[in-house]
């Protein structure tokens, strides 16, 4: 069992900068592969990035890459969200999910694929 808590959203002006955090608890937080997604009002929740569980591979959605950086302190079971150059399209509410298993060739961008999730946090990005 799992227990996903994000912070750090807020408002932020377009080309702004927010940084996000996934608090988790429980001792085998490395052996869960980590992603985000966001749900924007009006809209099904996306894919926006992901981490194995190696820190070694990571995969972003088209819309981030190069703008977003996820990474993750296992010693700290803590992952995070550099969001940088940020778009009024980036408002949303992003999630934190955690998923079990050798999902990362199959599946890593499903939402279905991930076990735990975060209340989320809502970001809000102003033009």
């Known amino acids: 069992q799992v227990q996903l808590v994000e912070s750090g959203g807020g408002l932020v002006q377009a080309g702004g900068s927010v940084r996000l955090s996934c608090a988790a608890s429980?001792?085998?937080?490395?052996?869960?592969?980590m992603g985000w997604f966001r749900q924007a009002p009006g809209k099904e929740r996306e894919f926006v990035a992901c981490i194995s569980t190696s820190l070694v591979y990571t995969d972003y959605a088209g819309s981030v890459k190069g703008r977003f950086t996820i990474s993750r302190d296992n010693a700290k079971n803590t992952m995070y969200l550099q969001m940088n150059s940020l778009k009024p399209e980036d408002t949303a509410v992003y999630y934190c999910?955690?998923?079990?298993?050798?999902?990362?060739?199959?599946?890593?961008?499903?939402?279905?694929?991930?076990?735990?999730w975060g209340q989320g946090t809502q970001v809000t990005v102003s033009s």
């Open positions: 429980g001792r085998t937080f490395s052996s869960y592969v």
């Open positions: 999910a955690a998923a079990y298993g050798r999902i990362w060739y199959s599946s890593r961008a499903l939402e279905r694929a991930y076990d735990y």
